[in-house]
Protein backbone atom coordinates (compact mmCIF):
# COMPACT_ATOMS: atom_id res chain seq x y z
CA UNK A 1 0.00 0.00 0.00
CA UNK A 2 1.24 3.40 -1.14
CA UNK A 3 1.48 6.12 1.76
CA UNK A 4 0.03 9.27 -0.03
CA UNK A 5 0.07 12.46 1.78
CA UNK A 6 -2.31 15.28 -0.48
CA UNK A 7 -0.74 18.49 -0.04
CA UNK A 8 -2.58 21.69 1.76
CA UNK A 9 -4.48 23.99 -0.62
CA UNK A 10 -2.77 27.06 -1.06
CA UNK A 11 -4.45 29.58 0.99
CA UNK A 12 -6.70 32.12 0.04
CA UNK A 13 -5.62 36.07 -0.45
CA UNK A 14 -8.84 36.23 1.62
CA UNK A 15 -8.11 34.34 4.84
CA UNK A 16 -9.36 35.22 7.75
CA UNK A 17 -6.59 33.30 9.57
CA UNK A 18 -4.36 36.62 9.18
CA UNK A 19 -5.53 39.65 10.30
CA UNK A 20 -3.39 42.73 9.13
CA UNK A 21 -2.97 45.77 11.55
CA UNK A 22 -2.33 48.90 10.41
CA UNK A 23 -1.03 51.87 12.90
CA UNK A 24 -2.74 55.10 11.66
CA UNK A 25 0.13 57.18 13.61
CA UNK A 26 -2.25 59.50 14.91
CA UNK A 27 -0.66 61.43 18.56
CA UNK A 28 -2.78 61.67 21.47
CA UNK A 29 -0.93 64.88 22.74
CA UNK A 30 -2.56 67.16 25.27
CA UNK A 31 -0.88 70.45 23.80
CA UNK A 32 -2.02 72.32 27.55
CA UNK A 33 0.84 71.46 29.41
CA UNK A 34 3.49 72.89 26.61
CA UNK A 35 0.49 76.10 26.46
CA UNK A 36 1.07 76.60 29.95
CA UNK A 37 4.75 76.30 30.03
CA UNK A 38 5.09 78.72 26.99
CA UNK A 39 2.86 80.96 28.74
CA UNK A 40 4.70 81.02 31.93
CA UNK A 41 8.23 81.18 30.89
CA UNK A 42 10.04 83.41 28.19
CA UNK A 43 10.20 81.47 24.43
CA UNK A 44 14.07 80.39 24.70
CA UNK A 45 13.63 78.95 28.33
CA UNK A 46 10.34 77.30 27.78
CA UNK A 47 12.24 76.17 24.29
CA UNK A 48 14.97 74.99 26.38
CA UNK A 49 12.63 73.15 29.20
CA UNK A 50 11.11 71.03 26.53
CA UNK A 51 14.20 70.18 24.46
CA UNK A 52 15.64 69.03 27.89
CA UNK A 53 12.40 66.96 28.29
CA UNK A 54 12.69 65.42 24.67
CA UNK A 55 16.18 64.59 25.27
CA UNK A 56 15.53 62.99 28.62
CA UNK A 57 12.95 60.45 26.64
CA UNK A 58 15.35 59.55 23.88
CA UNK A 59 17.99 58.69 26.54
CA UNK A 60 15.53 56.39 28.20
CA UNK A 61 14.54 55.20 24.94
CA UNK A 62 18.24 54.29 24.25
CA UNK A 63 18.44 52.38 27.27
CA UNK A 64 15.31 50.48 26.70
CA UNK A 65 17.26 49.30 23.40
CA UNK A 66 20.55 48.50 25.52
CA UNK A 67 18.27 46.43 27.66
CA UNK A 68 16.20 44.55 25.19
CA UNK A 69 19.57 43.59 23.08
CA UNK A 70 21.61 42.40 25.74
CA UNK A 71 17.64 41.04 27.18
CA UNK A 72 18.48 42.83 30.48
CA UNK A 73 14.99 43.11 30.98
CA UNK A 74 15.75 43.86 34.73
CA UNK A 75 17.41 47.37 33.67
CA UNK A 76 14.32 48.27 31.67
CA UNK A 77 11.96 49.35 34.51
CA UNK A 78 12.85 52.52 36.09
CA UNK A 79 13.71 53.67 32.04
CA UNK A 80 10.58 53.26 30.98
CA UNK A 81 8.91 54.39 34.17
CA UNK A 82 10.47 57.25 33.64
CA UNK A 83 9.77 57.98 29.85
CA UNK A 84 5.99 57.99 31.27
CA UNK A 85 6.32 60.32 33.97
CA UNK A 86 8.30 62.70 31.68
CA UNK A 87 5.48 61.83 28.74
CA UNK A 88 2.86 63.15 30.86
CA UNK A 89 4.43 66.03 32.48
CA UNK A 90 4.48 67.58 28.41
CA UNK A 91 0.89 66.07 27.03
CA UNK A 92 2.85 63.31 25.38
CA UNK A 93 -0.46 60.72 26.17
CA UNK A 94 0.28 58.28 23.74
CA UNK A 95 3.76 57.91 24.42
CA UNK A 96 3.00 57.88 28.27
CA UNK A 97 0.44 55.09 27.64
CA UNK A 98 3.03 53.31 25.11
CA UNK A 99 5.44 53.51 28.40
CA UNK A 100 3.21 52.00 30.36
CA UNK A 101 2.45 49.07 28.50
CA UNK A 102 6.50 48.57 28.12
CA UNK A 103 6.48 48.43 32.02
CA UNK A 104 3.41 45.77 31.96
CA UNK A 105 5.53 43.67 29.36
CA UNK A 106 8.55 43.73 31.21
CA UNK A 107 6.59 42.77 34.98
CA UNK A 108 4.84 39.69 32.39
CA UNK A 109 8.41 38.94 31.53
CA UNK A 110 6.75 38.81 27.72
CA UNK A 111 10.04 38.79 25.54
CA UNK A 112 8.28 39.48 22.60
CA UNK A 113 6.00 42.13 24.11
CA UNK A 114 8.36 43.94 25.21
CA UNK A 115 9.87 44.37 21.80
CA UNK A 116 6.95 45.25 20.43
CA UNK A 117 5.95 47.84 22.81
CA UNK A 118 9.24 49.18 22.65
CA UNK A 119 8.89 49.80 18.99
CA UNK A 120 5.82 51.11 19.39
CA UNK A 121 7.18 53.16 22.30
CA UNK A 122 9.75 54.13 19.54
CA UNK A 123 7.53 55.32 16.62
CA UNK A 124 5.23 57.11 18.93
CA UNK A 125 8.06 59.26 20.22
CA UNK A 126 8.88 60.19 16.36
CA UNK A 127 5.67 61.00 16.08
CA UNK A 128 5.40 63.70 19.38
CA UNK A 129 8.20 65.49 18.66
CA UNK A 130 7.28 66.72 15.41
CA UNK A 131 3.81 67.59 17.13
CA UNK A 132 4.91 69.01 19.49
CA UNK A 133 7.80 71.27 17.31
CA UNK A 134 4.63 72.07 14.96
CA UNK A 135 2.81 72.92 18.04
CA UNK A 136 5.38 75.50 19.42
CA UNK A 137 5.92 76.99 15.66
CA UNK A 138 2.32 77.89 15.95
Not at 27 to 49: G, T, V, Y
Amino acid sequence: MKNITPFPAPVSATSNDVIALHCQHQMHFDPSPIAQLFAERQPHEAEEIVCRMLEDIAARLDMLQRGLAENAFATMHKPAQRIGVVADQIGLSEVAIAAGHVGTCLRQNDGVGIEATVARLERGFDVAVTEVWNFRDL
